[in-house]
């Protein structure tokens, strides 16, 4: 079965494919780092995740490239309350986006181009525009694309661009344009772009990119004129996709986009997030209240990325158990007593099957949920097979750990869940001494020793396995 997506575009479920065989060119619009991203923007990351590892994991040779936005509208008005320039301004934000993304187990992008390292290139696109009769120039000095020069303008929407009324703005700028439907490619610089060092020289005067115009220039630059896959979140289809497509092929003459996806938003306890609610949360306030990374991670994968999702606590608890589940289920697979005169067991087909019916559910535009169950329902039949039996071949325990491993190349769960659990090398020096002096304490009928040192492990999530072969340890999940 090969993958076929859901295109935004021709509103179906298509083939994809890419413009070159056996290579995937995607852009993901990137978060605008003006203050910290939340948990609904990392729905979509995390999504963004799952494509980029499933296309890997299917063969394709990707080229990922997802944008920081570091001048626009919110980023001026932020760095100008704060006093400081949008370098400055932006700087820790990005890197705490990149952090999360690391806790949250998002692989790097192979480049994360920022706007304004990309000015020179943006005010040459805007030339090329003007030059073939897409964009003009106003009297204060900004230049705004003619949204009448370029006849399929709507049809990512599906609107029709005379629909759009006087008063409609299809952009948030308030500048002189011949044409209340046009938006602004290049801003004239204002009072406030010039304190926080938004303003750049141009043909034009001074001033700044539109929004719209950044991604077009950076995704066409680091991936070329056509691109196979661009993502984003839903609120992103109209307008500024919209006006992507109109200055990207307006400049270029080439179709922009192959395959269209977007992410549908989520809501948190029952609530579309909002300022006015106070609902917004980022991913560090939750790893501040105790929860692990990996069951985040989890519950942004459970549902299907154009289903709804509800973000609550208690959703994050059972992430917690499902995610524990797998951890399990692995140690159990590594510990499993193998003896190669054993019996085989259905071990092989079972990991067969699931593997057949997990490449299905994410082939079948990117079905997160029905691909957890599969895992999921793989993780059951094995365990029953393995209570079954005292040992197995060597062969049928390997199949069912590799076959685990494979999907998780894909889902990520027990890769974030074990970097979460990390031992560094002195705590590790710490617990076997503290395991020692709990052994000569039993060894003394001193239990209230043997119990005290327990309890002082157990404060540090250090949760002990008394076994027949001697006590083993792990990090509590």
């Known amino acids: ?38 948990i609904g923007n990392f729905r979509a990351f995390v999504f963004f995740d799952l494509v980029h590892r499933h296309l890997e994991w299917s063969g394709f040779d990707v080229r990922f490239v997802m944008n920081l936005t570091d001048v626009d509208d919110k980023v001026i008005e932020a760095a100008f309350e704060a006093g400081s320039s949008i370098s400055e301004h932006t700087a820790p934000f990005g890197e705490a986006f990149l952090s999360d993304c690391a806790t949250l187990g998002i692989r790097r992008a192979d480049v994360y181009p920022r706007a304004t390292d990309y000015i020179e290139q943006m005010v040459d696109f805007v030339a090329r525009l003007v030059e073939r009769g897409h964009a003009y120039a106003a009297e204060d000095g900004a230049v705004y694309y003619s949204i009448s020069s370029f006849p399929g ?55 700044r990119p539109g929004w719209h115009l950044e991604c077009s220039v950076m995704s066409t630059i680091e991936l070329g004129n056509t691109l196979d896959m661009h ?71 459970s549902s299907h990325y154009r289903g709804d999702l509800n973000f609550t606590r208690q959703g994050l608890e059972a992430s917690h158990s499902a995610v524990q589940r797998l951890v399990n289920f692995e140690s159990r ?14 071990l092989p087909k079972l990991a067969e099957t699931m593997l057949t019916s997990f490449r299905a559910a994410m082939d079948e535009d990117f079905n997160s949920a029905d691909a957890l169950a599969a895992v999921f329902v793989f993780v059951s039949a094995v365990n029953a097979e393995l209570d079954g039996r005292d040992t197995v071949p060597a062969s049928d325990r390997d199949a069912a750990s590799n076959a685990l491993a494979s999907v998780d190349q894909v889902l990520g769960l027990l890769q974030v869940a074990h970097a979460a659990r990390a031992v560094d090398d002195d705590l590790a020096v710490w617990v076997e001494q503290m395991i020692e002096e709990r052994a000569q304490a039993r060894a003394d009928r001193d239990f209230a ?20 072969e001697g006590t083993r340890w792990k990090v509590a999940g």
């Open 1 to 38: 079965m090969s993958l076929k997506v859901r295109n935004t575009a021709s509103r179906s479920v298509e083939p994809f494919e890419p413009l070159e065989p056996g290579k995937a060119r995607v852009y993901a619009c990137g978060p605008t780092i003006y203050s910290h991203a939340h």
């Open 153 to 207: 303008y709507g049809k990512l929407k599906g609107i029709d661009p005379s629909s759009l009324k006087a008063g409609a703005r299809v952009s948030q700028d308030e500048y002189q344009k011949d044409d209340v439907r046009d938006f602004a490619l290049w801003k004239a610089a204002t009072e406030k772009d010039e304190a926080v060092g938004a303003a750049w020289d141009s043909p034009w005067g001074r001033g």
């Open 231 to 301: 993502l984003g979140g839903e609120d992103l289809v109209f307008p500024h996709h919209e006006n992507e497509i109109a200055q990207s092929e307006g400049a270029t003459g080439e179709a922009f986009v192959r395959n269209w996806l977007h992410v549908k938003h989520l809501f948190v306890e029952g609530k579309k997030m909002s300022k006015s609610l106070g609902n917004f949360i980022r991913v560090r306030e939750l790893l501040e209240e105790g929860h692990d990374p990996a069951a985040i991670r989890h519950l942004l994968l």
């Open 333 to 346: 697979l590594r510990e499993a007593k193998t003896d190669e005169g054993a019996v085989l067991s259905t």
């Open 449 to 468: 020793r043997a119990d005290a040192i327990r309890e002082e492990l157990a404060e540090r999530d250090i949760v002990l396995e008394d076994g027949p």
